[in-house]
């Protein structure tokens, strides 16, 4: 019997990128890639052997999509960013067994998932950046779409429940990473490079509630979240829309999860946006 060994909700920013590389950015994210590795040592003492990725960077319009491939290799230049993310190999093994798994117990119960094995299909950046700084090696990963643009946090909630059964059924032990920002309004363009945007939220009404929850979160108190999740996905343009955090919360057990969440570093702006690692255990 598998099961979801941690889960964590993690950054994904490309200046993690910039901060390994010579330039006045180096060092610059050295806390948050900390973190990353932190979350992988821990997943790894803990037995995991599969990474299951909720990726905000891969968009979909219609149902939900499930990258499955059995191989993942490449070289990735971001069209968002091209200036910050070029020509980043990869190569890690997938898992189209539990991919299928996972599309077929979302589908059953009324949310239709389809589980891709296409060579062409390539991994988003929501996927590739954690992956590159945990450094999975052996261990095979599935990736999720969750920048849903025309569907509802219920619906994926239902779909993180449908990743714990079909995990539940398999002999897997997951490292579970929702991929995405806290609070996402990125700085106006005009206004980026005078509010030294690389380092700075936009808005500071965004700062607070990002606050609020990672307090909500580290108290425990799962419930009064997950009440106020719509509204401050919306109000704090969640990346995705933070389907990410609905299908990570529905795979934990949505408002009768008791855990704690337990920040790793330091929340952070970013581009205008808010970031941290932060790990859920699993019960």
Known sequence: MGEIVLAAKVTHVPTMLLSEQPGKLQ???QQAIDGHREIMRRAREMGADTVVVLDTHWLINAGYHINSNPVFKGKFTSHEFPHFIQNLEYEYKGNPALGDAIAAKATE???FTLSHQVETLDLEYGTLVPMHFMEPGDMPIVSVAAF???HNLQDSRKLGEAIAEAVKESDCKVLLLASGSLSHKIWENELYEANNGT???SREFNRQVDLRVLEL?????IDTFLKML?????HCSGEGGMHDTAMLFGALGWDKYTG???LIGEYFPSSG???ANVIFPVQ
């Open 27 to 29: 060092g610059c994210r």
């Open 109 to 111: 119960k009324g949310v």
């Open 148 to 150: 849903c643009t025309v």
């Open 199 to 201: 380092f700075t939220i």
């Open 217 to 221: 979160w580290q108290n425990g108190e």
């Open 230 to 234: 719509p509204e401050y996905a919306q």
């Open 260 to 262: 704690k969440g337990e």
């Open 273 to 275: 946006t808010g970031q």
